[in-house]
């Protein structure tokens, strides 16, 4: 007796691309190129309008700062570092999340990256670009910056300290942006002669000569992913060693608060944490505004959601650590220095640190939360805004409350600070805006890479010139 079966259908909710269904290869050249060919709108010339602004405050800024001097800033005897160096930290933790992006996630060969490294790799230069201006401003007579590089000099036994973390600085963020810039530039190849075989005239010219006539060719493929794994390979132990230097600037010093251990994976993470936030915050107005929904996919962003729950939880981890360090170890100095983080004049700081880096992205648990873009939108900017008054506590809050109550002082501010500050935004978000304008913000080619099997197919001629 014939026993019949009956199949039973599950009902399962689709789960979410990488990128829309039904996207061809020749849809992707398309909607990637199109914002390149046509005149820019009306968005874009209005947040061209808005970052040049604050440039040029920053840029009257800086002149006025260097012909008066750094006494035009809040600093004293006390707190020699204030907005300046706390600028420059938070500018360094945020250019993390691109090599993390497009260096360990392509190691690890995790696909969704593919919308996103493009414009995570950009941001990485641009913030490292608005990092290194600070340290240069500091020095009050920026024509002589190039004093920290060891050279063959005339000036006797003048020489630059190779003990000093400060001189670490130099190199490991030179390295970082060297690194960086080479991955980002030798990533644009393949999508650089994409646009120039679709343009006219002088752009076409240009993008040719940018291209450095890619043709390709199977020996041109076989290069390009020796060269990418190469340098990403290079760029990996600097994801880790950048921040970590950055961290020795404080954790040599005897300042209480400062000297601490857990100081560089402190920094790292935080870095990350901090880059992550930043993407998130651009990728969804780009998604918006340019249009690119069917490639900033859900998917991208609950993946960008659980690394920040992820990173956020370990930050809160090492302020826990600190807290308990400080009371462990039995010194006067450092239980009073994290008692006034929390209770004394910055403690209004300290709580807006805590709040938005470890009770906000905690929200991210919650699944109508991750699924709310405006939320999200809201979370990776409170996320950035924590991170920024972190960095200011730890800097600010030790050099207040120095050894001795006789040399105490309130550091305050001043408008020059707050307008460097604003041009520093209005730099990085001018040199953004100008690469979404006249750059694939979208790696093409990975892209197709991705694409569902019945179109993946689909790699024509335009997809791999």
Known sequence: MATRIRATTLQVAPAPTLVAPGTRSSDVTRDVCSPLERRPGRMWWIGLLIAG???LVGVACVAYQIKVGIGTWGLDRTVGWGFDITNFVFWVGIGHAGTL????LLLFRQKWRTSINRSAEAMTIFAVICAGLFPVIHMGRPWLAYWVFPYPNGRGPLWVNFRSALLWDVFAIGTYFTISLLFWYIGLIPDLATVRDRARGWRRKLYGWLSLGWTGSARSWSRYEVAC???????????????????????TSVIP???ANVFPPYFVIGAVFSGFGMVLTLMLVARKVMGYERYITQRHILAMCKVLVFTGSIVGLAY?????????SGSAY???TFANRMRGPLGWGYGIMVGCNVVVPQLLWLSRVRNSLLAVFVISLLVNVGMWFERYVIIVGSLERDFLPSSWSSYVPTPIEFGTLLGSFGLFFTLFLLFCRFLPMISMFE???????????????????
């Open 257 to 259: 608060g400062w000297h």
């Open 53 to 55: 602004s604050a440039l």
């Open 229 to 251: 794994a190469l340098l990403a390979a290079l760029a990996t132990p600097l994801v880790v060693s950048v921040h970590s230097v950055v961290s020795s600037d404080f954790a």
């Open 320 to 328: 826990a650590t600190e807290l308990f360090v400080a009371w462990y």
């Open 334 to 336: 450092e239980q009073f």
């Open 447 to 465: 892209v197709k890479t991705v694409l569902a099997p019945e179109h993946g197919a689909e790699h024509s001629r335009e997809g791999r010139a």
């Open 101 to 104: 992006i497009s260096a360990v």
